[in-house]
């Protein structure tokens, strides 16, 4: 049978011509600038150099894909906090410059087993973005046994291509931040890979996740960010792990106490690390040039434990101080454990042991935190601070002495040192309080912060001499007995002979002299006038 042709031919009816209004006209000349205007902006922000200051901090939670329960972060997309840190990459249990995730599954497994690719791409539909990462505690990081520059290049390029990323974490623990050799493999392999990425147009944000401790960055964290930046790498930023302290936590410390201390010290250290490279950074660009991944609720120590209460203030003073990132280890734990799990001192991977509702710890921690993990590549580093101020301290505007070389400082007194206050940790002379040195074990000082506008004078307790005999190493002393030693006073806890007052701030439970406090010695000044 023949068929009659058809015409198919979508017809819109006339309408009646309008004339343009003048305010029309306007209307459509405005639109067409703002479209100009935002695809220049898109084009420029993907090729210029952009200021750190320029973008907002960013807040992405880890998320281990292989964990079991299987975790659905693809369905975070709808939320606010939609940003994930995909983790871990690692080296397969068969060929170490093979990446795999978690060594269960290569990247073209991972695609059919976890479904990786379309998840991803489910997230990224609904607005949220990824970032991954390589490493972690439980096995090695692809630099650790790929000794091959080639193919460790290849197995970066490889996740970096498969999931068309520009932001990846490099979370260096155990012998893969120990291993010197493996430092310098990788920072080799970054360093190509970013410069060429960046001459193709691209851009790579690459960020060091790093353990720290109360008192900062071990040896081995600052000798990974040094070896980085040695090999040309422009390192995004280093996120610290404000977990797991165990002793370098002071007992009487919450989390949050520790964590605060730890963030302090990584921003001072952060600053020496880059002016020895020359590179001079103002203290708001050091500060967004750091994270910070808390393990929410219980941590592997029996004994610590982040609770709700510590997300808040750790949110609190990482806006204070714009840091420019906050993780947390991790969205599968971010749930409470249910009447079933017995005992939550006992870490899990899809609890975190505290009774909150699920999503407490995220909602807490991404407070204020805006920006886009993407933003972080179009940063490189320069430097903001081409001359550094030398403050002089005035007394009469200083709560606290001008720190003197000359001067002998016993533990806890405070002085005023170049617009900063700094507390003596133990008995020192001769060494200055703003003294470069990476790791805090290395200085007696502890920095405490800024002189405020408006400040004056502390007036700080001494004794005058003849209070007390001098100090005399051919003396015998007995327990209780007093004595000045460079003007601070001593008491003796037992009896003893040439043992120095000057030794008790090196160890003060082996130390037979024990100093006065501020308090005891105003107590000893009433005595006097009375």
Known sequence: MKKEKVDTTLKIPERPQKKLSIFRIILVLFILALVIYRVDLKRRTNTEIASIIDFDPWFASYVDVTAIPLYGFEQLGTDKESNVVLSFIVSSESDACSPTWGTYYT????????????RIARLRQQGGEIAVSFGGAKNDEIALGCTDPERLLEAYLSV???????????????????????????????????????TEGGNLAVWLTLPVVPQGLTKEGTDAISIMLDKGVDISGVNVMTMNYGNSKDKNDSMLEASISALREVHRQLGILYTQKDINLSSRTLWRKIGATPMIGQNDFVNEVFTLEDAEGLNEFALDQRIGRISMWSANRDTPCGENYVDVKVVSNSCSGVNAPKYSFTKILSNGFEGEISQNALIQTENDLETVDVIIDDPENSPYQIWQETGA??????????GNVYEAKWWTKNDLPDNPVLQSWETPWQLIGPVLPGESPVRQATLPEGTYPKWSGTVEY????????????FQAKWWNQGQSPAASAANIDSSPWLPLSQKQIMEILAELEN
Not at 107 to 118: C, F, I, N, W
Request: glycine share 10%; hydrophobic share 40%.
């Open 107 to 118: 990247l073209d497994e991972a695609a059919v087993s976890l479904d990786m690719d379309r």
């Open 160 to 198: 970096i291509s498969r999931y068309n990323i520009d932001t990846i974490d490099l979370d260096l623990e155990g012998e893969g931040l120990n291993n010197l050799e493996a430092g310098e493999r990788r920072a080799e392999a970054i360093a190509q890979l970013q410069q060429q990425m960046r």
């Open 409 to 418: 400082y016993p533990r806890g007194v405070k002085v005023v040192w170049r």
């Open 478 to 489: 007995e327990g209780g007995e007093l004595v000045l030693f460079e003007g601070i006073p």
